[in-house]
């Protein structure tokens, strides 16, 4: 379940950062390797906030990790959070956007996904996204 609100009995496990890396029209999407959780889905990049970081922060590092992408904070637009609540977990979801001029050199991590595609929102909602990515698409982008 995702709301707006913060649950009642809401106890987070973690917070997550997630970025709409877009350029021309399209959002990046990456693909999970099979033996990370929900392998051989699809979604934006993203991670757990560590210790002493805030999203923003956490963001930039993430976005580098997963893409190889040098971001300055006032480069990306802070969208959103959401509080998501598992069966067996809760935590919050932050989410941004980072909008692009020039097509970037995109260089994911193997050990975390096997490849990346630039998609439009609306043909990204009809393949096999990670979970509640759907949403966050159709938040952002009013589909």
């Known amino acids: 379940m ?19 890396v877009e350029y021309d029209g399209k959002i990046l999407l990456l693909h999970r390797q ?11 990049p993203a991670g757990k906030i560590d210790p002493g ?23 990306f637009i802070y969208i959103d959070k959401v509080f998501v609540r598992y069966p ?3 935590f919050i979801y932050h989410m941004f956007s980072l909008k692009l001029n020039i097509e970037p050199v995109i260089q994911i ?4 996904h096997k490849d990346f595609q630039w998609i439009g929102p609306k043909e990204a909602l009809k393949i096999d996204l990670i979970q509640d990515m759907d949403f ?3 938040h952002f982008y009013n589909i």
């Not at 995702?2 to 709409?20: A, D, G, L, M, Y």
């Not at 963001?59 to 893409?67: D, L, P, S, W």
């Open 88 to 90: 067996t977990y809760d």
């Open 53 to 75: 970081e805030n999203a923003e922060q956490s963001m930039i590092r993430e976005i580098f990790e997963e893409i190889g992408l040098v971001v300055k904070p006032e480069e």
């Open 34 to 44: 099979d033996y990370k959780p929900q392998g051989g889905t699809w979604g934006a």
């Open 2 to 20: 995702i709301s707006f609100e913060k649950p009642e009995n809401f106890n987070p496990k973690f917070e997550v950062v997630s970025c709409f």
């Open 109 to 112: 991590r193997d050990n975390e």
């Open 136 to 138: 966050c698409i159709k």
